[in-house]
């Protein structure tokens, strides 16, 4: 195994002097050690950070829309939910549960709200 490790290590240095001789910058991570005078950010798990739990802004928006029909409307207040979010978050639902094109939405910074309009 130990040779196995080594042609890896043979192959880095050879990257790095191929590298180094083109001008690249460039920053490596390789068994612990880190090449290159790049700045390495620390590895995320790829996975957005969630300002909300699941379903929580659904469960705040959905009892005021959900008993709209065709043509009904509908104001829920932002409450303590980013407005941008929260407007995304219904309007995306909305084409879930309705269909395309079968509500609109739109953000009343006056009155603190984002309108919901059914439209089919």
């Given at each position: 195994?130990?040779?196995?490790?080594?042609?890896?290590?043979?192959?880095?240095e050879k990257a790095i002097k191929i590298?180094?001789?083109?001008g690249a910058a460039y920053a490596?991570?390789?068994?612990?050690?880190?090449y290159g005078a790049l700045e390495v950010k620390p590895a995320t798990s790829g996975k957005r950070q969630r300002r909300y739990a699941i379903g929580?802004?659904?469960?705040?928006?959905?009892?005021?829309?959900?008993?709209?029909?065709?043509?009904d409307s509908a104001s829920v207040p932002f409450?303590?939910?980013?407005?941008?979010?929260?407007?995304?978050n219904i309007s995306?639902?909305?084409v879930h549960v309705w269909g395309a094109g079968n509500a609109m939405?739109?953000?009343n910074d006056e009155k603190q709200t984002i309108e919901v309009?059914?439209?089919g």
């Open positions: 195994m130990s040779d196995f490790l080594n042609i890896h290590q043979v192959a880095i590298l180094d001789a083109t490596i991570q390789y068994n612990g050690n880190t929580e802004t659904r469960a705040y928006y959905w009892p005021i829309i959900g008993h709209l029909k065709a043509g409450g303590d939910y980013d407005p941008k979010i929260l407007s995304s995306a639902y909305c939405t739109a953000k309009l059914r439209l």
